[in-house]
């Protein structure tokens, strides 16, 4: 089966960088999606990453280790619209849907 | 464009009685899936749909559970004999189609929340 962990909160300061890690153990790996969700929201696909390396959006940066199989989401400079959770994901199987770690929740202080 | 809408947006039952959750996903799009996210916790896949397929019903929790879809189009999740355990709130999301060892993004609908007292 699947199973991902992640740390459960964070906290970072406005302005600051941080990053969510994620490991993973998977039967077969197809690769790790990033999913945002705002207390009361539906979450949001921000990432995903199926080869090794790092992929930038904007303020958002994911990146993938395979070998490791471990990955993070680093988001830059930020802003109280931040504020959060986090969530990895791989597929299901060999397929999807998505199999979703806990979460982590973001706090940005000022 | 529409995004995915989920309906009712808040649901109270008694204990033993059954519910009916709807899902209209975006126009397009092949694949639905249905999780169910507990408070303070991730989210838990229960079925998927992928076109004319038969559904992967491998993540429903009991026989209780059932769900069906109309085509490329709506979804209903029945819960029978709600049970206090299956309050939660349950998600909705749809994607384009879907390739062995892709992952599309899905698009979650604003959810049901379900209370069973």
């Known amino acids: 089966g699947q199973s991902l962990e992640q740390p459960s909160e964070v906290t970072a300061v406005e302005g600051a960088i941080v990053q969510i890690n994620c490991t993973y153990q998977?039967?077969?790996?197809?690769?790790l999606s990033w999913y945002q969700q705002h207390d009361g929201g539906a979450p949001t696909f921000l990432s995903y990453?199926?080869?090794?390396g790092l992929e930038e959006t904007g303020r958002f940066s994911s990146f993938l280790s395979r070998s490791d199989s471990y990955g993070y989401l680093l988001l830059q400079e930020l802003q109280m619209k931040d504020s959060a959770s986090y969530f990895c994901?791989?597929?299901?199987?060999?397929?999807?849907?998505?199999?979703f770690g806990k979460g982590t929740r973001l706090s940005v202080i000022a | 464009g529409a995004g995915v809408s989920q309906s009712p947006s808040n649901k109270v039952t008694e204990k033993g009685k059954d519910v009916e959750l709807r899902c209209d996903p975006i126009?397009?799009?092949?694949?639905l899936y249905w999780y169910r996210q507990r408070l303070g916790q991730g989210l838990e896949f229960l079925i998927y749909?992928?076109?004319?397929?038969?559904?992967?019903k491998s993540g429903l929790p009991s026989d209780r559970f059932s769900a069906e879809r109309t085509g490329e189009s709506v979804s209903t999740l029945t819960i029978q004999r709600t049970q206090q355990e299956d309050s939660a709130v349950y998600l909705c999301?749809?994607?384009?189609?879907?390739?062995?060892?892709?992952?599309?993004?899905?698009?979650f609908g604003p959810g049901t929340r379900l209370t069973v007292t």
């Open positions: 994901a791989v597929p299901h199987g060999g397929n999807t849907p998505l199999v």
């Open positions: 990453n199926a080869l090794d």
């Open positions: 126009s397009g799009h092949t694949a």
């Open positions: 749909f992928q076109g004319n397929s038969a559904p992967d």
């Open positions: 998977t039967s077969g790996f197809y690769g």
């Open positions: 999301a749809s994607s384009l189609l879907i390739r062995t060892g892709g992952s599309y993004e899905q698009y």
